[in-house]
């Protein structure tokens, strides 16, 4: 019987993806800094803009909370530093193109149209006698 059981093989596998993730990680938030470059004071200005508007994410936004509250500065947060926490990673997974974009200075791309929820009382319902 071999030492490696079914949990010793599940334990490894999280392991392996946790150590993948990570490392794809540091290489996403290493693509974010420009050529090399520190984030200036107006890159980050803009970032903290983005990040407490309604068109951030919701893991952008928690990130800004934490960073508010003293726990990260979006220094390391743009340099890379902060690339091993969750709360960071998940914040650059989900607007990575927007904050890229505003690291070199661009507009950020169009935030997706989202349907409003009273858009779906613009539809006609038809109610018919037998309906009361």
Known sequence: MSWRTAEVLAAEDV???????????MRQAEKLRAAGREPSAEDIR?????????????????LQRRIAGGHLSWRQVLS?????D???RAALDADREHIAA???????????????????DDEQIAITEDAW
Do not use: W
Request: net charge positive; aromatic share 2%.
């Open 15 to 25: 392991l392996a993806r946790s150590i993948a993730d990570a490392e794809k990680s």
């Open 86 to 88: 969750q709360g960071v």
């Open 102 to 120: 505003l690291c070199l200075g661009e507009a950020p791309p169009p935030p997706p149209v989202r349907r409003r929820r009273d858009d779906d």
């Open 46 to 62: 803009r970032v903290i803009a983005f990040a407490k508007s309604p068109a951030a994410s919701m893991a952008l936004q928690a």
């Open 80 to 84: 890379g530093e902060a690339g091993h």
